[in-house]
């Protein structure tokens, strides 16, 4: 079966702005063997149900044609430690879809894991994830994705945040296939915050897309994007992120960042931060960098005995130190560095 | 090739350095024997600094012509970890801020680079803490500046500490010091001295550039050479370096031609 056959999957128009530069044919027009709804893995805490409703949003509906069903995982009690929930391809060639809504009630602390991984071939994952956060609830969630090549990834993020509540997302992009990441927020209560940090760590033929879109509509709210590339070999990174800061969202924050380091002349980066803004009771900024390894840090390093390729490895966990240290959770921290055997000072 | 004599720590010969194809150092020679303090004194532009950057191997220096030995190798075979693996420290003019890299993880690093370049068995967490509080002891050098990321947010004076930390822990034989005294208070100078003085046992040596009288005062140069246009114009003792600070180039015969 191939993607393009599935009946209300439409392929984005080629004026459509959000897609522009993001190659989804090869996804779109691939035969995929075999079909299958993919459980997650934290079975007993996890309900399901149907879902009829359909999205704007071109990507999040490719998950609901395919399987309608909707898996519920509602916390009603903080959680000590990380949830974890891992999902692995297991077969060549297949199509694996999961639609997972992850409910924090009010007043409640959890943190969740979710690993995606992949040692077999032409396999994608459709993953939809609609997370709710219910009054002064707090999540602080980290995603792993280790695809290994010629396998492929889209990954759709619906939030929901009631006032005050607190939403923080670590995404870790490993592998080495094409990934699509989708990211939408309609902040429409106050006082709420959003951070989503993005370590994108590339090589050999991979892409990421992340696609961000936030909007502001209530007052005192606070968004911080902030996604860190590193790209080898031939990898490309495409880093959209849009934020949109409407007339009644009044001392808003609203910021966004992406610093890359190309390791290759025939790495790729894209990165088109957008802000949109109504109003002048704001804090709101934007910026992207790209370049190289500073030299005169390499040449710092060397000039005490560092040899060259232990400098450089020194300043690119350098760089990327920040993303895991901005995980609050000890406990997630702990397990992300363990997961990624990231063992630096 | 010529022999360099034992006690000969480096030697450089007729050198022509280029930086962006504009020759700055040209037929420039010059021989520093064990346990000699030189001091590199001259006016802005003259070629101080690219000198010393050359000796350690900075990208920026392209030897043209010449060569430099350093305890009778050929030093401009070596890269620049090498050379610092080697004996060859040069204290940064302004060391660069490194944030993510913690101050003590990249001390023991670079100890540790250069005791396995050595053959010896690299030291763990605590013979590291062990050896630092050793060497640093006797100065006042606050060992807070260990916790923080390598020169991330240190004041200027900070900054210098940290580069008397690694001369101390690494311990060189050739010690090249880029204006170290600038942005020091007169107490801070007293600490490069006495940290400097106290590596003197008449095995290593120091070529240091330094516009500040003070700095010569507490560490007595055994040579004064004065660098103008590229090359080393005059050579002479410390008393140079006091008609200098007296009288300033013009006296003994230098003019400042940028002006």
Redesign the interface.
Known sequence: MKLIDVLGITLPEKNNETFRKIELETLYHFDFKHQQAIASSAAGVIQTQTLFSSSKNIVWNIAQQLNNTQEVLSINKSLKEPLVLIYEMKEDETLYSNQLKIEVKKGIKATIIEIVKSQKKESAFIFNREISLGENASLEYVKIQEIEENNSMIYNVMLHQKEASSCQMHAFEKGEGFVINSYDNAIDEKNVHYTLNGLVTLQKEAYVANIIQTIHNNEHSMSHINIKHTLKDKSTAIFKAKSIVNENALYTKAFQNAHTILLSNNATIIAQPHLEISIDELEASHGTTTGTL????L??????????E??QT??L???E??MYEAIENEYLKEYVKTHLGVS?? | MKTIKEDTMLKINNLQVNINNKTILENLNLEIKKGEVHALMGMNGTGKSTLVKTI????DCQVMQGNIHFKNKDLLQM???QR??EGIF?S?QN??E?????N???LK??LN??RV?ENKEPLDAMAFLKYVKEKTSHYEIDQKLLQRELNNGFSGGEKKRNELI?LLL?NPDLILLDEIDSGLDVDAIKTVANVINGMLDGNKSVLMITHYDRLLELIKPDFVHILHQGKIVKTGDYTLALEIDEKGFEAIGIKDETH
Do not use: C, W
Request: no cysteine; net charge negative; proline share 4%.
């Open positions: 500073d030299e005169e840090q040449l710092y390093l060397q000039a005490r005995g560092i040899s060259k232990f400098a020194l300043l966990n350098a760089f130190a920040q630096y000072v | 350690s191997g900075h990208y890269d620049v970890a610092a693996n040069m940064f060391p660069i490194v944030p993510g890299i913690n003590s993880y990249f690093t670079a680079e250069k370049y690694q690494l």
